[in-house]
C-alpha cells in the first residue's frame, strides 16, 4: 500500500521557538494532504487541509498564522508550529489522499506521527 | 467538530470473541472508513466503504453502513490479542475526512 512518513517522529522544544514537521508521501503523489492532531485518548481532529500549489484551508478555531502550512510539492507538505506554547504539546499526524482508481473513492493514508512536546 | 461517535468507547473481550462497534456520522458521506490505531502510532486503513454499498467483508472485518441511519458497524470476528488498539470511523465528505470518536478494544488472551 501507499506509504507515508513524517519528520520527526518527535520533538522536543522550549516555549517561544519554532517546530516544523515534514510529511511526505513516498510511493505515490498526493495534490491533497491533510493535518490533523490527537491529544491523549481521545479522536484525531483536523486542522487543515493542503493542497499543492495553492493556500491551505483552515478548520474553524485553527489558527493559520500559528500553524503554518506549505504544500511546496506532490509529495511533501510541511507544518510549522510558530512560537510554541506549552499547550501545542499534542500528537500530530498527517495524511495524503490517494485515489482509488476504479472504486469510485479515495483512500487516506497516514503517517506514523510526530509527537511534540513543548516544555 | 467531530464527524460523530462510535459507541461503545471502551470494549474488552476474550480472545475468539467477535467485537462489533458502531459508528454515526452527522452529515452526508460519500464514503466511510475504518481505521486503527496502536497507542502512539499512526493510523492504519482497514477498510473503506462506499455511500451506496451496504456491507463490505475483508478477511475477519465486515462492515455495514445505513445511510438513512447515517451509521456504520465494524465486527471483527475470532478476536486476536494484536487486535488490541483504539478503532476510528471517519467519514469522506466534501473532500476532507472527518473522525468520529473512537472505541477503545482490549483483547484479553
Known amino acids: 500500500g501507499a506509504v507515508v512518513s513524517q519528520h520527526p517522529s518527535w520533538v522536543i522544544c522550549k516555549s517561544g521557538t519554532s517546530v516544523k514537521i515534514e510529511c511526505r508521501s513516498l510511493d505515490f503523489q498526493a495534490t491533497t494532504m491533510f493535518w490533523y492532531r490527537q491529544f491523549p485518548k481521545q479522536s484525531l481532529m483536523l486542522m487543515a487541509t493542503s493542497n499543492e500549489g495553492s493556500k491551505a484551508t483552515y478548520e474553524q478555531g485553527v489558527e493559520k498564522d500559528k500553524f503554518l502550512i506549505n504544500h511546496a510539492s506532490l509529495t511533501l507538505s510541511t507544518l510549522t508550529v510558530t512560537s510554541a506554547h506549552p499547550e501545542d504539546s499534542s500528537f500530530y499526524i498527517c495524511?495524503?489522499?490517494?485515489?482509488?482508481?476504479?472504486?469510485?473513492?479515495?483512500?487516506?493514508?497516514f503517517g506514523p506521527g510526530t509527537r511534540l512536546t513543548v516544555t | 467538530s467531530q464527524q460523530g461517535e462510535e459507541d461503545p468507547q471502551a470494549l474488552s473481550i476474550q480472545e475468539g470473541e467477535n467485537a462489533t462497534m458502531n459508528c454515526s456520522y452527522k452529515t452526508s458521506i460519500n464514503n466511510l472508513q475504518w481505521y486503527r490505531q496502536n497507542s502512539g502510532r499512526g493510523l492504519v486503513h482497514l477498510i473503506l466503504?462506499?455511500?451506496?454499498?451496504r456491507e463490505k467483508h475483508s478477511g475477519r472485518l465486515r462492515v455495514t453502513l445505513d445511510t438513512s441511519k447515517k451509521s456504520s458497524s465494524l465486527l471483527i470476528t475470532a478476536s486476536r490479542a494484536a487486535d488490541t488498539a483504539s478503532y476510528f470511523c471517519g467519514g469522506t465528505g466534501f473532500q476532507k475526512l472527518v473522525f468520529g470518536t473512537g472505541t477503545r478494544l482490549l483483547v484479553s488472551p
Open positions: 495524511s495524503a489522499r490517494a485515489p482509488v482508481i476504479g472504486q469510485g473513492g479515495d483512500e487516506q493514508y
Open positions: 466503504i462506499r455511500s451506496n454499498e
